[in-house]
C-alpha cells in the first residue's frame, strides 16, 4: 500500500470537514470552502480531528488512487487554511507587468500588450514590474493560472528572454558561430 496515503492529517481548529454518503468532501477554513468528489474506492473517515483514507480494494486501479486521494485532501486543508503562492518573473528588454482592476496585463515584445483575465478566486499581484504573484486556496488552479501565464511568453534557450518561474533554471544553447569561408 502506498506510504503517503497510510499518513493520517491533522486537522488544525478553524477547519470543518464535512463528508457525504457519495464521497463528497467539503473543506471549510478561515480562507475559503472547497468541495471536491474523491474516487468510490476510497473511504474517508473523520475521529477527533483526525482525517484518514483507506482503500476498499486491492486492485492495482485503486491503490494507485490511494495516495492521490490522502494528498488532495491534504491540499485542500492547507489551501484553506494557508493559501498556495506561485511567483513569475520576467525577463527581457522592455518586458514588464501591471494590474489594471483585477486583470493583468503583460508587455512581453508583442505588438500589443497581452490582458490576462484571472479565474474566480484566484488574486495576481504584481509586486515589480518584472515579478507576479499569483494567491489562491485551490493549489490546481494557482498551478494553472501560472502555466497559462507562462505559455503567453515561454523562456527561450538563446537568450533566455521570456516569462519564468521564479528560481526556475532555463538551460542556455550556444548560438549558431560566426562561420569563415575561405574562398
Known sequence: MSRVGKKPITLPQNVEVKIE???????????????????????????NGILSVKCSSNKKEHRSLYGLGRTLLANMVEGVTKSFVKKLELVGVGYRAAMQGKNLVLNVGYSQPVHFVPQAGIEIEVPAPNKIS??????????????????????????????????????????????????
Do not use: F
Request: proline share 6%.
Open 134 to 183: 499569483i494567491t489562491g486556496i485551490d493549489k490546481e488552479v494557482v498551478g494553472d493560472t501560472a502555466a497559462r501565464i507562462r505559455r503567453i511568453r515561454p523562456p527561450e534557450p538563446y537568450k533566455g528572454k521570456g516569462i519564468r518561474y521564479e528560481n526556475e533554471h532555463v538551460r542556455r544553447k550556444v548560438g549558431k558561430a560566426g562561420v569563415v569561408s575561405s574562398g
Open 21 to 47: 454518503n457519495d464521497n463528497l468532501v467539503t473543506v471549510k477554513g478561515p480562507k475559503g470552502q472547497l468541495v471536491r468528489k474523491m474516487p468510490d474506492c476510497l473511504e474517508i473517515e473523520l475521529e
